[in-house]
C-alpha cells in the first residue's frame, strides 16, 4: 500500500474552474508539502504545513491555496485555474521528530492540464 | 509517461559502466543533501543522503560525494543497469529554513 496517495492522478480542467488536488498519508508524518514540477524547472515548493495549525507559503504561492485538514490530509486547491498551472503536482511528507535529515517522502504526482 | 524534463541535461551510458552525475548546489549553509531518482510517471524517490559534516557516504551501488569548498555534490551509480534510467535531482537543505530546494535534474539513459 502506497504511503502518501494522490487523488486525482490525472485531471484536465477549464480555465477558471475551481479545482482540488487531495493527499493523504499514512506515515504519521507531521510536515506536508505541495511542489509543482515544469519541464527543465526542478520542483518548486508552493505550500508546506508543519502541523495541523501551521501554514506557510513557498516560493509560488499565488494562485493557490491550502488546507490542512488533519495531520494526514492536506489539499491544495486553484481557485481559478488558468493554462499556466498545467503541470505535474506533487504532496510530500516529512517526520520532524525523526533523527535522521529532512527526507521527504513523494506521491505518485497529479497532471492537472488547464485548457 | 510524463515530459518530465524536456530540456535537462542527459548523462547516456551503456549497462555496466560507472555513471556520475553532478550538482552544484548554491548556498554554503546548506547542511544536509539528498539525492533522488524519478522514474517516468512516478514521484521521486530517495536514493542517499549525506550531512555536512561528511565527504563521502556509500549505499548499495551508489556513492554520494560532497565537497563543500567549491559547493559540489556528486552522485556516483556502480554497474549501471537500465533500470537506473531516470532523471536524477539533488536536494539541498538550508540551515534553519527546514525546506528542501531541489536541482532541475539530470537525466540518465542506460542501453544495453
Known amino acids: 500500500d502506497a504511503d502518501v496517495t494522490q487523488t486525482p492522478r490525472n485531471r484536465i480542467t477549464k480555465t477558471g474552474k475551481r479545482i482540488m488536488l487531495e493527499c493523504s498519508q499514512t506515515?504519521?508524518?507531521?510536515?506536508m508539502y505541495w511542489y509543482r514540477q515544469d519541464p527543465g524547472l526542478g520542483l518548486r515548493l508552493i505550500y508546506y504545513?508543519?502541523?495541523?495549525?501551521?501554514?506557510n507559503k513557498g516560493e509560488i504561492s499565488d494562485g493557490y491555496s491550502v488546507s490542512r485538514q488533519a495531520q494526514a490530509k492536506f489539499s491544495l486547491s486553484l481557485e481559478s485555474a488558468i493554462p499556466n498551472q498545467t503541470a505535474l503536482y506533487f504532496c510530500?511528507?516529512?517526520?520532524?521528530?525523526?533523527?535522521?535529515?529532512?527526507?521527504?517522502?513523494f506521491g505518485p504526482g497529479t497532471r492537472l492540464t488547464v485548457l | 509517461g510524463e515530459s518530465v524534463g524536456l530540456h535537462l541535461p542527459t548523462l547516456s551510458v551503456q549497462e555496466g559502466d560507472n555513471s556520475i552525475i553532478n550538482c552544484a548546489y548554491s548556498?554554503?549553509?546548506?547542511?544536509?543533501f539528498i539525492w533522488y531518482k524519478q522514474e517516468s510517471g512516478k514521484g521521486p524517490q530517495f536514493i542517499i543522503d549525506?550531512?555536512?559534516?561528511?565527504d563521502k557516504r556509500q549505499g548499495q551501488r551508489v556513492t554520494v560525494l560532497l565537497n563543500k569548498t567549491v559547493k559540489h555534490l556528486s552522485l556516483q551509480i556502480a554497474a549501471t543497469q537500465p533500470g537506473d534510467s531516470a532523471v536524477y535531482f539533488c536536494?539541498?537543505?538550508?540551515?534553519?529554513?527546514?525546506?528542501?530546494?531541489f536541482g532541475t535534474g539530470t537525466r540518465l539513459l542506460v542501453s544495453p
Open positions: 510530500a511528507t516529512s517526520d520532524s521528530a525523526g533523527t535522521g535529515g529532512q527526507e521527504q517522502f
Open positions: 506515515k504519521g508524518h507531521d510536515r
Open positions: 504545513s508543519f502541523d495541523v495549525k501551521d501554514i
Open positions: 548556498n554554503s549553509a546548506s547542511d544536509y
Open positions: 549525506i550531512r555536512s559534516n561528511m
Open positions: 536536494a539541498e537543505n538550508i540551515r534553519g529554513f527546514q525546506k528542501l530546494v
